[in-house]
C-alpha cells in the first residue's frame, strides 16, 4: 500500500530519513525543530467559512462575519469560557470515523465558526517538506482557516498535505465533508493512526495580534501536530496559533 511505505534517505539523499520523525536523530527531526524555535508570522488568511450538526463549520454571511469582530474587549475577554481542547481524545479514530469533528465534543453548546479559509495548492515550506517526507520543491495542498468560537477569533491553523496523495479529493475543497481530512485520509488508504504533537509559547508577532485580536502582552501557544499513516508515513502537518487566553489544553491519559 502506498501509505505503507516509509521514506528512507540513500547517500546521494539531501534530507536522509526524512519523514521518519520518530528518530529523534534524523535530519528532517532537526530541522523542524530548528524551525519551530523561531518566530514568524502567523498562519491563517483568505476568505470564508458555523458549526453544522457534526461540529464541522461552514459559511458565514458576511455580516456574520462583521460582528465576529465585536465583543472581545477587555469586559467580554473576563466573561469569555475557555475552551478546554482535549489534546488526546480528540483525535480519536471513533470521532472522525464516524463523521463527527474533532471540534465537536468540546464545543457543545457553543458557536463555532471558520470566517476565513483559503485552500490552495503550493510548494512545501522546506520544514514541511521534511515532516511530511518529499522532497523540498514538491507540492503540498495547503488549507488555512481562522477559527471563531462565540464571536472570539481564537485559533489559526494552517494544514499541509501532500499532493500527490489527496489530488481529486475534497480535502482540496473548503468542505471536506463528515469527518474532515482524516476521514478523507481514510478513504484514501492513508488513515492516520498515530499523532505527534509538540507545544510552545512565545509573544505574537504584529500579524497574529491582529488576526486573533489580541490584548498587549498576551501570549500565544504553538502547536504542530504530524499526522502518521500505517507505515510510518507522514500524511499531515498542522501548524496552528492559539489565543492563550481562549484555551486550557487537558492532556488524559492512562499509566
Not at 532537526?30 to 498562519?43: C, M
Not at 453548546?109 to 521534511?130: C, F, I, K, Q, S
Not at 523540498?136 to 471563531?148: D, E, G, L
Request: charged share 25%.
Amino acid at each position: 500500500m502506498f501509505c505503507s511505505r516509509r521514506t528512507t534517505g540513500s547517500r546521494n539523499d539531501p534530507l536522509p530519513h526524512r519523514g521518519t520523525l520518530g528518530d529523534p536523530r534524523s535530519d528532517a527531526h532537526r530541522r523542524a525543530h530548528r524551525i519551530f524555535g523561531t518566530a514568524g508570522p502567523g498562519p491563517a488568511d483568505g476568505r470564508n467559512a458555523l458549526a453544522g450538526p457534526t461540529g464541522r463549520p461552514c459559511c458565514l454571511k458576511e455580516s456574520e462575519r462583521q460582528m465576529s469582530h465585536h465583543g472581545t474587549g477587555p469586559q467580554s475577554q473576563q466573561s469569555f469560557l475557555p475552551l478546554r481542547r482535549r489534546g488526546i481524545q480528540r483525535l480519536a479514530g471513533a470521532t472522525w470515523h464516524s463523521g463527527r469533528s474533532v471540534w465537536s465534543d468540546e464545543t457543545e453548546g457553543r458557536t463555532l465558526a471558520v470566517d476565513r479559509m483559503e485552500v490552495v495548492e503550493r510548494t512545501a515550506p522546506e520544514h514541511v517538506a521534511g515532516l511530511l517526507g518529499v522532497e523540498p520543491t514538491a507540492q503540498v495542498w495547503s488549507r488555512k482557516r481562522r477559527y471563531v468560537l462565540d464571536a472570539r477569533p481564537v485559533l489559526l491553523s494552517t494544514s499541509y498535505l501532500p499532493a500527490d496523495l489527496v489530488a481529486g479529493s475534497a480535502i482540496t475543497r473548503e468542505d471536506t465533508g463528515p469527518g474532515g481530512i482524516y476521514a478523507r485520509l481514510a478513504e484514501l488508504g492513508c488513515k492516520p493512526v498515530r499523532f505527534r504533537e509538540e507545544i510552545r509559547c512565545r509573544m505574537p508577532s504584529a500579524e497574529e495580534s491582529r488576526q486573533l485580536d489580541l490584548s498587549a502582552g498576551s501570549p500565544v501557544v504553538l502547536i504542530r501536530r504530524t499526522a502518521f499513516a500505517e507505515g510510518g508515513r507522514a500524511v499531515e502537518v498542522s501548524e496552528m496559533t492559539l489565543d492563550s487566553t481562549s484555551y486550557v489544553l487537558e492532556y488524559e491519559f492512562d499509566a
